[in-house]
Structures are given as structure tokens and as C-alpha cells.
């Protein structure tokens, strides 16, 4: 299957020395100039044991060749090729096609024969059509192309073209990383057909034929120059392939350019356009191949490669500028703190002329330089630089976020002069600088300029300058740039700078009245409940009143559709259900809470007893049941319950009443209810809903959630209508609605109907939902870094953020789709016993009874508990549900990268614990996701623990994210060793890039959780300004430091495994609270 990560956990087992451990794990993460350095090493020790010896054999072929290919070192590969018992000769002919050694590439290849493996039958013909088209007239010392080529080469092309379709078809149904080396065949089998297309024309130019025959030429070319262009490898693709594709451009150029330089007819008028092409693509196909490999982190190879091009014929062809602007960006990407290299980049710069660059070009070149002097804390020298880059073209993206960020680190680097009226000029500076960044035709683009400016906002003064300047330039900006932000835009319209918001949040409304509608209204209504927040409230309804304004029928119509969804009822058995599940959810919090008193009969606690009083007044949530014999019987034994009664029963036997005859009772009613209701028996208004649009063209509504993902506009699916059924799911013992909507484009999606609260009487918390969504808003960030980098693009690490809407009133809609399975669901379909919750409650009361008597240790307790329940009860579900074993492979290793991003985002963000109930593994797709996850405490409490942690050398003695026995037996020792560790170490390597500047998203998010949190303790009163700073500053350091640490990989050496040691070893698991459930 190809995996890399499982090769190199059997490496690091089975090697037999240190050195071979070191080179594939420096090549793992793609780290090669490391890697051939720890290869050579070991190739240098003498190994006296026979199996030793093989294994050094192995590592050779295997390895260390792959290494010196993604070097590009093709030079030193043909020493390898006697390095065994026979030669390799397809070695040999690999590299002397990529030497241009056409007559040694033809003995080798006609010495090769057939002694191949089946699978490399399509390379061997490709190299032998390489061979016709660039080599056989060189060989022949032919100034022309034979008549008969094109023939001989469309053969070729046919025997790889069946090659690789035969090999496909003998591959696993499940598209996996075993597929990729064909889907690169393909590309190239279909630039070998089409160069032999221009050899064709070729060859009537090379004999003087009519002009319209050399306009042809030049027509084709064009066009293939063209597709060629956008025909490139993706970023997860490996160096080898992207320098064979442009390596193979680059002959094919240099033929054209051969063929018609020698022509018999010297003095063709197209004769010079068809050489300029010709060179001129072989230039751009260098350029190319020298940003891939800086994109790759090989920047001593994108060097080398823009040094090739430095001979006077290449600068003819092509401007300079794109030749030296990959040169000066690799050293930018490799210059670190000593000044030697810095000085060495700036004098680089210094000697390069820029007489011939146009006026953007000589822009970016002065903002570039601006950066390395800001790196030699030469202020001046930058800011000349920079002012100089604006006069040149105040249109460039690149500009205006490299003077950004200058002023903001002067501005913020000094924090006693920040009132300062200088220091307040600087920051509006770099307000207007980002916003004029983000006026950029990319919404991804704007993403880092929006969040600097909003988290420039907290540093304001006492007139407002800074959100004056905001308000002023976010005039300019397209207000779909601001979809993604609205949540962090109201937080700030609670706020002194709320005033200079409203602007923005009108114009807004005026384009994309549904994003922003639902936000706005819960403010409001969470704004009224607070005694001293007129002005927020004031803000919040002009702008609601606004919106109604420009689009009442839109609007109305969401509003009723949100209504509508939020008025759709269970049945009383499906909400009797729901009402007990969280109850004994409550009870179980409490007991958890209470686990070190040593009283065996605590009372039922106020909160519990509050909410048990609440379910008894309105059991099953449907008053016109109440004459139902049923319901009564059910309501009237439940009164009675003598366990249940707040004054006389106990915690304990509340605890086990509710889990071994109330929540089965219940739950098997629930069960024999039908699964699915029509709209038309509970919601009418609701059946009958269709596309607004249809009676006012005008009235669009987008699918919830559709603004999240980023997608342009243009790309937005709307509502056309709502399936008249609405299913009804178990799931972690609890009911939920189904709801599906039509959109536009046919496709029916899937949205699951949530209530929060024990009943519509009891609303949660005011904006409770909101510090779940800026969870998403900053996963969603993560995963678009994440996908501009190699090694996590290729590991496919994406972490799931599902789409989720809060309607209002504890009602939420979340987007579902696949087949989800969490580790509850696995444990109640894997053991159907009338008391599915007997572990929880056992471990919850015998763990509490071991404090006080002799009973089992914790650790123990938890052993029998994994026996009972079954540490592979996921692992048999999975194999149950999967087609076969490639599907489980694929799904396997899906799920395990899955898994170490969620840990990683869990224990460098200070995340909830992902429970049972929440973490959700998609059966169909193998993503992982955990649902409704915040912060797990206060941004400064967390920002103390990281520093604490960050700062201690130990290995951690807590759970730092979940890997219990069931996960552990899923993914295997050897996944847990290869790619689960993998994922986190490339994950986090990558987050630390200072390119991608994280930490300008996180202040964003963590600004709005320090300021909601803070109001939620004080009334509604906003922090102070420095307080807010500091905390934020003090939780970003931390995380910082936390990646910092899992990222580093220094000598082949890593933190994460002492993590994922912690993470599943079962003394700190037996130290978790009830809810984690750490048998499961």
C-alpha cells in the first residue's frame, strides 16, 4: 500500500543500526539533506551478522537512493548501480536520460530487456519513447527528425498507456497513496504523446516546408506551452516527480530550440520565434521547478537551480526578476538570527541590478529588502524601503503585508509608549496597511490582514484612533472577506471601539443579509439580559433594523425557516429520554466532583436536585399528552421513585435508579417508536417552504453555514425546498431530528436538530454557542495552512470542523454527513445489556468507595473494567462495517492521522478532553472529528498551565489527549509508532512556520474568549485594555512554545512519543474524571 509513515516505524524496529533509524526518519518529514547525511554514515559500518549485511542492501536500494533522487544528485547515482550482484541497469538508464547520456541510456536500456518487475513495464516504455524523440537523432548525429519518429513513439506511448491501465485495475477499489504513482504515469504518458505531435511539425520545418506548416508549429506549441502551464504537479507530490515532468519539459524545449537553430533554411522569418519559445518555456520550466523545491524546503536546490540560469543566452529569455525572486526568497526562508547570513542576503540584493524590472517588480524587490533590514533592527533603512515600494505600485498584496507588518511589530514591541500619540500613528499605519492587503481579489489572502486589524483594536486610545482608521479603510474591502469574521466583529461592537464598527457591519448586511442575521439577533437577546450594555444593544438592533430593511423578504423567510426548524417536537418518549439522559449526565458530573469526600450517602446536590424538580414538572415536554395512560403511569412512578426524591435520596442511588431501570426503560420505548415523521402532522408552515426566490428573485437563502467554508460567493448553494420527512436518530442514548434540505443544485444535505437544554423552559447560557464556533473558525484557519505545506497536504491531515448554526433558544443546526460512529455508540451496539451505563456507574461509585475502604486501586478497577467491556470492540465494529481489508487499511490510516491532529490541536490549544460521546470517526471518509469542543478553562488559567508545561523538561503525568486501549487496538502498535506520531510532529512543524504567522489568528480568537469570558464574571463589563493584552499574550505564548517543543526534531529525536506514552498509559487514564470514560 505504500504507506511511508508504517515503512518507517518497521525501520525504526528492524534496522540495524542507529544511523539507518536517523536517515528514514529525517526522510519522513522531508528532510533529505539530513537524511543522506545519517545514510552516509551508515553506510560506512561494517555489519559481520549476514542479516545485517542484507538489510544495508535493502536501505541502499530502498532509501538512500530515493534520498540522493530528491536531491536531484543524479550524478552519484550510477556508482549504486554495481553496488549489487548484477547491474542495475535501469539505473543506469534513469539517470543518463536525466544526464542527457542518450547513447548509454540506449545500451542500457537495450541490456534491461525484459528483467523488470511487472509494475515498471509502463517506465521502461515511457524511457524508451524519451529515448526516440530527444536521443535516437543525437545518437544518429542527424540535424533533422526522421519522417518514421512519430510512428515508433505512439508505440511506445500505447504499451504504457496499457501498462498502467492494467496495473490500476489490479489495485484496491479505495483510491489511496498506492494509486498515486499511476495518476503521475498518466501525466506523463500524455506529454510524451503530445511532444511527439510537435516533432511531427517538426520535421517539415527542419526541411524548409510552406510558412503556414512553421505557423502551425508555433500554434502547437502555444497551446501545449499553455496546458502545460496549468498541467502541474500538486504540492504533495514528491521532487522526483515534479523535476521528471520538468526535466522532460526542459529536453523537449531544448530540441525545438536544436532542431531549428541547425534548419537548412537559414533565413526562415519564424525561425528566431520559434527558438525565443522554446527558450523562453525552458526558462519558465526552471523557474518552476526552483519554487517547488523552496515550497519543498530544499533551498539550497531551488539556489542551484536559479544559478543554472545565470548564462547570458537564458537572460535574453526571460526577465530577470522571476529568476532572482525565488533566489532571494530561499533566503529569506533560511537566514535565522545571526547576522552573518542576513548581511550576506542583503548584499546579495545589493549587487543585483534592477534597471530592466517593471514597477511592481521593483516594488516587491524594495519590500523584500525592507524585510532584511527590519531583521538587522534597521529602522530607517526599512522604512525607506518600504515607503519607496508604496510610490513604486500601491497595488501589490505582498507590499502592503510586508510594511504591515513592520509597523505592527514597532507599534506593539514597546509596551509603556503604546499611548503615545508617535506610537498611535505607527499602529494606524499598519491598520491602513492590512486593510489595504485585504482588498485583495482572494478571500484567503484577507484572512491575515482582518485578524492583525481586529487584534490591533485593543490597542486603542481614548479617541478612538485606531477604530477610526478601521472604519475608514474597511470601506474598500469587499464585505465578503468579512463572512468568516462576523462573531469576532460583534465581540469588538461590545467594546469602546464598538461605535466604529456598526459601519461595517451595515455594509455587510447589505450584501449577505443571511450570515449575519441569526449572530446579531442572539446578541441582542443576550445583550437585553444584561443591565448595563444599552449602547451594545443599541448597536446590535441598528444594524438588525438596517438589515430588515434592504432585505425583509429575505430575511423574513429565514426567519421563518429557522422557526419553523426550531417548533419541530419529539415525542414525548424521545424528549422523556433526552430529559433523563441529561439528568444522569448532571448526577454523574456532581459525583465525579465529589469523588474525595468520604461520605457514601451524599445527598442529591442543589443543581441536580433543581434540574430533577424541573424534568418531573414537565416530563416528556409535550403538555397536550398529559392525558395519555402512558405518560401518566410513566410521570407518576417517576414522582414516586423513592431514589429519586430530592429530600430523602442520595447521589449514589439516584446515580444507579436512573442508569439500571429508568434510562433502559425508557430508552427501549424509544426504540419501538417509528424512526421517521412527516412536516405535515407537526410543522405545516414548514412542509410547505420552498425557494423564496421563486416569488421574489431577490430572496436567496443560503445552506446554514455555507459562509464558513471559504468558497466564493458565486460557488454558494441555496435552499430550494425541505424534504417532507424528518428522521429521528439514536445516538450517544440520546434522540435527535434529521432534517434535509434540497438545495439548488439537486443535492440533498443533512442536518441534525440539537437542543442544549433540558427543556425549552431552561435557555443556555447567552452565547455559549459561540465559544464552540470560534473553536471552528480557527480550525478551519489551521487546515488552510496545513494544506500549503508537503508533508500534511500528503498526509491528507484535515481536521473536521463541521458546519453548525445556533437558531436561538438552545436550538442548533449541525451540518451531518457520512456514516458517524463515536466510542459510545460502538459500546452500546457491542454490548446490548439493559444497563449499557453499568461500567460508568461502577467506576463512577467503587472508584469513590476505594478513597474510604479496601476495595480495588483505581488502576485495578480500570483493567477489569477494559476486560469487561472489550479493548477491540471498535476495532471488531470497523471490520464489521468496512467492505474489506484495503478498505480497512485505508480507513485505518486515515483515521490514525486524524487522530494525532485532533491531539495536537487538544493539548497545544488547551481543548476540552474529547469524551466518548464526542469524538466521532466517519466510517465512509475515515475523518475524525470532536463535536461541541471549547476552551477547556479561562485563556489566563490555561496560559499559566502551558507555561508551566512548556517549561518542564519531564515527560508529561496527565492525559494530554485521548488515546484509550480501544483507539490503541485500532490503530496498532505500529500505527501508534509510525503515523499517528507522524502526524503530529508534521502538523506542528508546520504550524511554527514563521510564514504562516499563527499567532496572528490566535490572538484574533482568543481576544473574543477572554473578552466573553470576562463579561460572563462581571456583569457584562469588557476588560481593560493592558489586562487583555497581557492575558492573551501570555495563553499565545505558551501555545507557541507548545508546538515549539513537539515540532523540533533535532538529531531524529522528538518529545511525541513521551506525549502518546502519556497519553494511553493507564495510571494517568485511571486518574481521569468519570465523563472521559477511559475504558472506552
Not at 524548409?208 to 502551425?216: A, E, I, L
Request: charged share 20%; aromatic share 8%.
Amino acid at each position: 500500500m505504500r504507506e511511508e509513515d508504517y515503512l518507517a516505524a518497521i525501520w525504526s524496529v528492524r534496522a540495524p543500526c542507529e544511523e539507518m533509524v536517523k536517515a528514514v526518519s529525517y526522510a519522513q518529514f522531508g528532510l533529505f539533506q539530513q537524511a543522506v547525511e545519517a545514510g552516509e554514515d551508515a553506510l560506512d559500518r561494517k555489519f559481520s551478522n549476514p542479516t545485517d549485511a542484507i538489510m544495508k542492501d535493502r536501505f541502499i536500494e530502498e532509501h538512500y537512493l530515493s534520498y540522493l533522487r530528491q536531491l536531484n544528485r543524479w550524478a552519484e547515482l550510477p556508482r549504486f548501480a554495481q553496488a549489487f550482484n548484477c547491474c542495475n541497469h535501469r539505473l543506469v538508464a534513469e539517470c543518463d536520460w536525466k544526464l542527457s547520456d542518450w547513447r548509454n541510456m540506449h545500451n542500457a536500456l537495450s541490456q534491461l530487456g525484459n528483467e523488470y518487475p511487472r509494475r515498471d513495464k509502463w517506465r521502461i516504455e515511457l524511457l524508451w519513447g524519451y529515448w526516440h524523440l530527444c536521443g535516437k537523432a543525437r545518437s544518429d548525429h542527424a540535424d533533422y527528425v526522421s519522417p518514421t519518429l512519430p510512428q515508433h513513439v505512439e508505440r511506445f506511448f500505447k504499451l504504457s498507456v496499457d501498462s498502467v491501465i492494467k496495473e490500476w485495475r489490479r489495485l484496491p477499489a479505495l483510491v489511496s497513496a498506492v494509486h498515486v504513482p499511476y495518476l503521475q504515469a498518466t501525466q506523463q504518458v500524455m506529454e510524451l504523446h503530445e511532444a511527439s505531435g510537435i516533432y511531427a511539425t517538426l520535421n517539415n520545418v527542419s526541411y524548409g516546408r510552406t510558412p503556414v506548416t512553421t505557423t502551425s508549429l508555433i500554434h502547437d506549441m502555444k497551446s501545449i506551452i499553455k496546458t502545460w502551464k496549468n498541467r502541474v504537479p500538486v504540492i504533495m507530490d514528491d521532487l522526483t516527480h515534479w523535476h521528471e515532468v520538468i526535466q522532460w519539459r526542459q529536453h523537449l524545449f531544448h530540441e525545438v530550440h536544436r532542431t531549428v537553430s541547425s534548419s537548412f533554411v537559414q533565413d526562415n522569418p519564424m525561425q528566431n520565434h520559434l527558438k525565443m519559445i522554446a527558450l523562453h518555456s525552458f526558462v519558465t520550466a526552471m523557474i518552476q521547478f526552483a519554487k517547488v523545491a523552496r515550497k519543498h524546503h530544499l533551498y539550497f536546490l531551488s539556489m542551484d537551480a536559479v544559478e543554472k540560469l545565470q548564462a547570458n543566452e537564458y537572460n535574453m529569455a526571460q526577465p530577470s526578476y522571476l529568476k532572482i525572486k525565488q533566489d532571494f526568497k530561499s533566503r529569506l526562508d533560511i537566514v535565522d538570527s545571526r547576522k552573518e547570513n542576513i548581511l550576506e542576503a542583503v548584499e546579495f540584493m545589493e549587487k543585483t541590478s534592477i534597471k530592466f524590472f517593471n514597477a511592481m517588480e521593483k516594488a516587491e524587490f524594495f519590500s523584500y529588502k525592507g524585510v532584511f533590514f527590519a531583521m538587522l533592527n534597521k529602522g530607517d533603512e526599512a522604512n525607506k524601503n518600504f515607503s519607496m515600494a508604496i510610490q513604486l505600485n500601491d497595488t501589490v498584496y505582498r507590499v502592503w503585508m510586508h510594511y504591515g507588518d513592520f509597523l505592527e511589530h514597532v507599534f506593539t514591541k514597546d509596551a509603556p509608549s503604546r499611548r503615545d500619540q508617535n506610537a498611535i500613528l505607527n499602529g494606524t499605519y499598519a491598520i491602513q496597511c492590512f486593510m489595504e492587503a485585504a482588498k485583495a481579489q482572494s478571500e484567503c489572502k484577507a484572512r491575515r490582514p482582518i485578524a492583525k486589524s481586529i487584534w490591533l483594536l485593543s490597542f486603542d486610545d481614548a479617541t478612538g484612533s485606531l477604530a477610526k482608521c478601521f472604519e475608514e479603510r474597511t470601506a474598500n474591502v469587499q464585505p465578503s472577506h468579512f463572512l468568516a469574521w462576523i462573531n469576532n466583529l460583534l465581540v469588538a461592537l461590545l467594546g469602546v471601539e464598538g461605535k466604529h464598527i456598526v459601519s461595517l457591519l451595515i455594509a455587510i448586511s447589505r450584501q449577505f443579509p443571511v450570515p449575519l442575521y441569526l449572530p446579531v439577533r442572539q446578541l441582542c437577546a443576550a445583550l437585553k439580559a444584561e443591565p448595563n450594555s444599552q449602547q451594545p444593544l443599541w448597536r446590535c438592533s441598528n444594524v438588525l433594523h438596517r438589515a430588515k430593511d434592504f432585505h425583509a423578504a429575505t430575511l423574513n423567510a429565514y426567519e421563518a425557516l429557522c422557526d419553523g426548524l426550531s417548533s419541530l417536537s419529539l415525542d414525548w418518549q424521545h424528549n422523556a429520554l433526552n430529559q433523563l439522559r441529561r439528568l444522569f449526565d448532571s448526577a454523574v458530573s456532581a459525583a465525579a466532583a465529589a469523588a474525595d469526600t468520604d461520605s457514601s450517602d451524599m445527598p442529591i446536590p442543589t443543581e441536580v436536585s433543581a434540574l430533577l424538580t424541573e424534568m418531573l414538572k414537565d416530563f416528556g415536554g409535550v403538555e397536550e399528552l398529559l392525558s395519555d395512560p402512558e405518560h401518566a403511569k410513566l410521570r407518576s412512578e417517576l414522582s414516586s421513585d423513592p431514589e429519586l426524591q430530592p429530600a430523602t435520596g442520595s447521589l449514589q442511588s439516584a446515580i444507579r435508579c436512573l442508569s439500571r431501570k429508568w434510562l433502559p426503560t425508557i430508552e427501549s420505548r424509544a426504540r419501538r417508536l417509528p424512526r421517521a415523521f412527516l412536516l405535515a402532522d407537526r410543522a405545516p408552515p414548514l412542509a410547505n417552504f420552498v425557494a423564496p426566490a421563486l416569488a421574489d428573485p431577490s430572496a436567496e437563502l443560503e445552506l446554514p453555514g455555507e459562509q464558513l467554508d471559504g468558497k466564493p460567493v458565486q460557488h454558494w448553494v441555496k435552499v430550494h425546498s425541505v424534504l417532507p420527512s424528518v428522521r429521528v436518530l439514536l445516538r450517544n442514548g440520546c434522540a435527535v431530528r434529521c432534517v434535509q434540505l434540497r438545495g439548488t443544485n439537486g443535492r440533498v444535505y443533512s442536518y441534525l436538530l440539537e437542543q442544549d437544554s433540558a427543556s425549552s423552559a431552561t435557555p443556555p447560557p447567552a452565547l455559549a454557542s459561540w465559544r464552540e464556533a470560534s473553536v471552528g473558525h480557527l480550525t478551519r484557519l489551521i487546515n488552510w495552512i496545513l494544506a500549503k505545506e508537503k508533508e500534511p497536504a500528503r498526509r491528507l491531515l484535515q481536521a473536521a470542523a463541521p458546519k453548525c448554526v445556533d437558531l436561538g433558544g438552545g436550538h442548533r443546526l449541525t451540518e451531518d454527513s457520512g456514516r458517524p460512529l463515536s466510542l459510545l455508540d460502538a459500546h452500546r451496539a457491542a454490548n446490548p445489556a439493559p444497563e449499557p451505563d453499568r461500567p460508568l456507574v461502577r467506576w463512577l461509585l467503587d472508584r469513590r468507595l476505594a478513597t474510604t475502604a479496601a476495595q480495588l486501586p483505581a488502576r485495578d478497577l480500570l483493567e477489569e473494567l477494559i476486560g469487561d467491556v472489550g479493548p477491540d470492540l471498535l476495532l471488531k465494529r470497523c471490520l464489521a462495517e468496512l467492505a474489506g481489508p484495503s478498505e480497512f487499511f485505508t480507513f485505518r490510516r486515515v483515521v490514525t492521522g486524524q487522530l494525532g491532529l485532533l491531539g495536537l490541536l487538544e493539548m497545544t490549544l488547551g481543548l476540552e478532553k474529547a469524551g466518548p460521546d464526542r469524538l466521532l470517526l466517519q466510517l465512509d471518509t475515515g475523518r475524525a472529528s470532536v463535536t461541541r469542543q471549547v476552551w477547556s478553562s479561562s485563556v489566563a488559567a490555561t496560559a499559566g498551565s502551558f507555561a508551566s508545561q512548556a517549561a518542564d523538561s519531564q515527560p508529561p503525568t496527565a492525559v494530554p489527549f485521548r488515546l484509550t486501549p480501544n483507539l490503541c487496538e485500532l490503530i496498532s502498535p505500529l500505527g501508534i509508532r509510525g503515523p499517528l506520531q507522524a502526524a503530529i510532529i508534521a502538523s506542528a512543524r508546520c504550524l511554527v512556520l514563521p510564514k504562516y504567522q499563527l499567532a496572528a489568528y490566535l490572538r484574533c480568537v482568543l481576544r473574543d474568549e477572554v473578552i466573553l469570558t470576562y463579561r460572563q464574571a462581571n456583569g457584562g463589563a469588557c476588560p481593560e485594555a493592558d489586562a487583555l493584552t497581557q492575558s492573551v499574550g501570555q495563553a499565545v505564548s505558551a501555545i507557541l512554545a507548545r508546538l515549539q517543543a513537539l515540532a523540533a526534531f533535532e538529531g531524529a529525536v522528538s518529545v511525541v512519543p513521551d506525549y502518546v506514552k502519556a497519553a494511553s498509559d493507564l495510571d494517568n487514564l485511571a486518574a481521569m474524571p468519570a465523563a472521559y470514560q477511559p475504558w472506552l
